[in-house]
């Protein structure tokens, strides 16, 4: 998984926001760029994060905001989302416009250790691209979502 002391720790309605001032690297494992002012990007085809709350768990709606970068040269963007394994969900995305990911975590998904319940989830975003192979500007990173803020609530019944 991660280490123990590297989760994003996560309460129920409670949002979380990505970027320098708030999440910054915390649970973030890997393909991922720098934490920005107000967001992060991916750098890469996966991006994971590992994220905690405290048990027990009920199911909860994950919803996760932000901006798929399409182009005229990059007109959709794919994400699925993984989490501890399971296939979560799958988005096709063809607007330049802020989206929500959402996708209802059922209690059995989460894994239990010591006194937290632990999730990793994984970002696939098989159309990630350079900005600069595309002439979109210099940015060399690998960029398909630009991550703007996260929320776990619960589900009612």
């Given at each position: ?7 994003l ?6 949002i ?12 973030m ?21 590992a ?16 901006e ?50 632990v ?27 630009c ?11």
């Amino acid at each position: 998984m991660t280490r123990r002391d590297s989760f994003l720790e996560c309460e129920p309605g409670v949002i979380r926001l990505f970027g320098a001032a708030d999440i910054g690297t915390k649970g973030m494992v890997s393909g991922w760029s720098g934490p920005e002012e107000g967001h992060n990007w991916n750098d890469g085809v996966e991006a994971a994060c590992a994220v905690a709350v405290k048990p027990p768990v009920t199911r909860l709606m994950l919803s996760v905001m932000g901006e798929p970068y399409v182009t005229r040269a990059r007109p959709a963007q794919e994400i699925t989302l993984y989490g501890n394994g399971y296939r979560l969900g799958f988005w096709r995305l063809s607007a330049r416009a802020e989206t929500a990911l959402l996708v209802a975590l059922e209690p059995e998904w989460w894994l239990e250790r010591g006194a937290k319940a632990v999730m990793r989830l994984m970002l696939h975003m098989p159309h990630s691209v350079r900005p600069k192979d595309i002439n979109d500007g210099q940015d060399s990173r690998e960029l398909a979502f630009c991550y703007r803020s996260m929320c776990l609530r619960p589900i009612a019944g």
